[in-house]
């Protein structure tokens, strides 16, 4: 379930880099070969100019009929339209990704109490105040990390002005762009020192049902749910004087920054793994120069991680199109482009995931819902979940 990530779950994302560490944070980065990410590489751009994949100018809509026309369970028009609406917010929403206010709707509160800094006295009590926020505003799981220029993508496609994700990506999508447009030089200025990790849990039962339609539905919910909380999180503290980056996919690598955030670690299915929900969530974040204190990696969580994925292969096992690395160990040696150079982890094979997202007419998740992580005892039939 990699690629969502991927898609707008981020290919890549989950499948790159991260680094050295006095203490082992579960991948090793080698710092002669490793280079920061350029977001055309992503699985889903490339399938827009990469001659070479199968699935070049391929998406979800290629199969979608012919499924929907088989009538099987998970896969009918019911199950689609509940795919596609969750979607909704994350996609249609101006303000999801702004990086910055519009001055233009404050107009009820008034501006002027705005525009001074709010003084922050104690900043681990006031940390915690933004670790309740962020859950009152959806978050499962928030962390706080430093900003390591090393995970913010070197190029990539940067949003217009309140430009929803829909619009702003309409032509790109359909391939009318040249690649030009996904290489615009991506730069956090240095006063963003530090970022907000937030992690949406995706419905258990709805992955349960992995590869079918409302395991689709899961994680696009959640996508809508990351644009609403990264969007209030953001509004919260420009109100407060200060300024907020808001970001899904993109940007930055959601991983790394994750780990750094003391969410949790890597693991063999090449996605964050949290001792909450496992591989189950969606990452998002929020770029501050807001005052925080940040937490530490959960190096007894990454090394539970590190022991169980050498001898646990649920997730290569449960992915039909072997996607996974069965390989005892982690390598330094990536499978495409779409992984980053110079990291020594388990790689995803992202052109196969995709392929298989193509054939599924949606992202599948079945490795999500195999992780022991997850908490997922068994199996549930689509069928079943439409009764639950
Ligand atoms: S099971 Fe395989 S195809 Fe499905 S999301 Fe995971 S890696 Fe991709
Ligand atoms: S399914 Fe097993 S091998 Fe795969 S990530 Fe989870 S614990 Fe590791």
């Known amino acids: 379930m990699i690629v969502y990530n991927f898609l707008f779950f981020g290919l890549n994302y989950y499948l790159m880099n991260f680094h050295n560490s006095k203490m082992d944070i579960g991948y090793k980065v080698d710092e002669n070969r490793y280079h920061r990410f350029d ?7 490339r399938r827009l100019w990469d001659k070479s994949l199968s699935t070049y100018k391929q998406m979800f809509d290629k199969n979608i009929k012919d499924h929907i026309n088989s009538s099987k369970e998970g896969y009918t028009r019911l199950d689609f339209a509940f795919v596609k609406a969750g979607w909704t917010v994350y996609e249609k929403f101006p303000f999801a990704f702004a990086w910055e206010d519009d001055s233009t709707n404050n107009q009820d509160y008034g501006t002027d109490w705005l525009k001074k800094k709010h003084k922050i006295k104690h900043i681990e009590s006031f940390t915690n105040k933004i670790k309740l926020i962020a859950k009152s505003y959806g978050a499962s799981l928030v962390g706080i990390a430093n900003v390591n220029n090393k995970w913010i993508y070197k190029t990539g496609f940067v949003r217009p002005r309140f430009v929803s994700e829909d619009k702003a990506k309409e032509e790109i999508r359909m391939g009318k762009l040249d690649d030009s447009s996904l290489e615009h030089p991506i730069e956090i200025p240095k006063e963003f020192n ?11 039962k709805a992955i349960a049902t992995a590869p079918a339609q409302p395991a689709a539905a899961a994680a696009s919910i959640a996508y809508s749910k990351m644009a609403f909380s990264i969007a209030c999180m953001g509004e919260f ?3 407060l004087g200060y300024k907020a980056i808001q970001c899904g996919n993109d940007t930055a690598l959601s991983v790394p920054l994750a780990i750094e955030a003391g969410l949790g670690a890597l693991g063999r299915i090449g996605i964050l793994i949290t001792p909450e929900f496992g591989p189950r969530v969606r990452l998002c974040k929020v770029f501050t120069n807001i005052p925080l204190k940040s937490d530490e990696p959960d190096y007894g969580f990454i090394d539970k991680v590190k022991n169980t994925c050498q001898s646990c292969y649920e997730c ?3 992915c039909e199109n072997d996607a996974i690395s069965t390989l005892p160990d982690p390598k330094m040696k990536r499978s495409s482009i779409s992984n980053n150079p110079g990291v020594k ?5 992202v052109e196969k995931c995709f392929e298989f997202w193509i054939k599924n007419s949606s992202d599948c998740g079945a490795c999500i819902a195999a992780c022991p992580f997850s908490r997922i005892k068994n199996h549930i039939e689509p069928s079943k979940f439409w009764k639950l």
């Open 194 to 204: 530090k970022v907000i990790v937030m992690a949406i849990e995706m419905d258990a």
């Open 237 to 239: 503290i420009r109100n």
């Open 39 to 45: 977001e055309k590489n992503h699985m889903i751009y």
């Open 316 to 318: 290569a096992d449960a």
């Open 345 to 349: 982890k388990y790689y995803v094979n």
